[in-house]
């Protein structure tokens, strides 16, 4: 292992000290060294001015940084509960079994460590893992096996066969979004001849709402923003974390010249000169080709100084990895941890338009809104609202996995029912549909004329299919663990909600489980609602969405189906009556 002190030191000289520049100094050291050991911290802490706890707080946070050695090979496999129905759990033990190190644990000699994390974004051709950052997937035991051999034979990840990285686009179905023909700077051009009025103007016609799941019109936000007085930011959330989704993974690597003018739009709407690309940890094999995307934009004068030869045209993107956080994907917990602080969502209002990064008025959208704004500025916005309904204009990239025959890509135009989309993936028997991932509806067959709109089933884009026996418990228990381990733990309501939630039903999926803990579980949706963030608000959705639709799933594994509370203090005191022979008669008053 390098010394960390330098190790910290050569980070701190390559990236800088500015608050943006955290992240990726803690991750190199956390790459060089296997963690951030205390000495390294202090240096950071000393280099950055911060406490030296906020620098270990920063730490704690984010699952791929460690105060403790990782192995030489880090491997996390995603526990997505795709993932999970393709196997990767067995996987991930053979894994263990082969290297002599257990889950969650670092084999003693510092070689490897195993652990899972939350959805890698490759549902689509699962069971997927991480090693050293890179993305494997399509995982079978000969792989696995192989993948062990390696590892054994100390043999760099870079020297592995280099189609064991192969991802797949999978775009089954192109459409405006992702099949038009992109030329560079030409939604810029038009927007430079026209003006920003006008840009919004169209973006108004399109019909536009941010994709990223809460539908909220771009051309307001942007003008919202452009109306606010201070030194506006521009910043594009590729957090993507929500479980099945993986749509911005495909956009980033195929249409990041267009997202980058989409960012570059809103800067001329907004005056910005600086943007952020929040890339997720997950996604860290995509920042080569993401910096080679914003070079030639460069040298084409497409983005950095004097835009398109304009002499008061300024806008520049900087790309900031996260580090394995969902929370990080709710809008102002990624302003801060692009601040360099504890990502916790922050209370809102005020809303990033007028108050986001460092306080400064933000536009923040999805990856798909701003790769949709370029095309709606080269083309136009009636071209965009061609396709839609009344209240939901356009095409929704979907990221459709699980059980069916063509998991992938689709773009399909708002408004298509639950039912064309199945048809389209090739899925057969089904059990139900979980559209827009835990924090999403759970839909099932008599639903499946119910729309992909913001006005009926909105969505983010993940689209997840269960065939008809998978078990709906073990669906519900997994989303439920992970919202109890994604919580940031701020607010009181969905730190100790999701826990509840998930012990009870770990009961269920026991069979322990009495109508009591149904009721129980019923409740914890108040509980829950009275949290900070959507992450809380969503949380009880999983359970509430399925219980609604198929209580008989429930009922079906309960231990006793009429109410009774989750601890029987009459039973308990029982034992201790006949033990000590004493029946409450010597409590008589009398
Ligand atoms: C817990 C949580 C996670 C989120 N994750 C993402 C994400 O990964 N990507 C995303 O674009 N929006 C995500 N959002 C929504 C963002 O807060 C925000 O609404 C969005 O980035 C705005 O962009 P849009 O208007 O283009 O959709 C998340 C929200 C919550 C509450
Ligand atoms: S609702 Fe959950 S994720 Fe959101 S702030 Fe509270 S603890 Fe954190």
Redesign the pocket.
Known sequence: MDDPVETARQAVADYGTRPQRLLVVLRRIQQVCHHVPRPAQQVVAEAFGLPLAQVEGVIEFYHFLHTRPRGDYEIYFSDCVIDAFQGFEALMQRLCGRLGVGPGQCRADGRVSVDTTACTGLCDQGPALLVNGLPLGRLTPARIDAIAERIEAAVPVAEWPPEWFEVAANFRQPDKVLGSAWQSGAGLRAALRRGAEWLLDELQASGL????????P?AL?WKYCRQTPGAHYV?C??????PG?FK?RELLRHHADQLFEGMTLAALVTGARQGFLYL?GEYQWLLPQLEEALRRRRREGLVGRNICALADFHFDIDIVVGAGA?????????LNSIEGVRPH?RNRPPYPVTCGLWGQPTV???????AAAALVAARGGAWFAEVGTEKSKGTKVLSVSGDCDRPGIYEVPLGITVAEVLDLCGAGDTLGVQVGGP?GTFVHPPEYGRRIAYEDLGT?GSFMVFGTGRDLIDIVHRFARFFAH?SCGFCTPCRVGTQLQLRLLEKVRRGWATAGDIQELEQLRAILAASH???G??AANPVQTTLARCPERYRKVLRDLEFSPGFDLDAALEAARQLTGRFGDHLSQE
Do not use: M, Q, W
């Not at 969902?326 to 990624?334: D, F, H, K």
């Not at 923040?364 to 701003?370: A, I, K, L, Q």
């Open positions: 709402r941010g994709r990223g799941g809460a539908g909220f771009t936000k910043v959330n590729a957090d993507e974390g929500e989704t911005d997720r969902y929370i990080c994907g709710e809008e102002s917990a990624l969502p923040v959208n999805n990856v798909e809104s701003f924090s983010g994604e963030c959507g992450l608000h969503t």
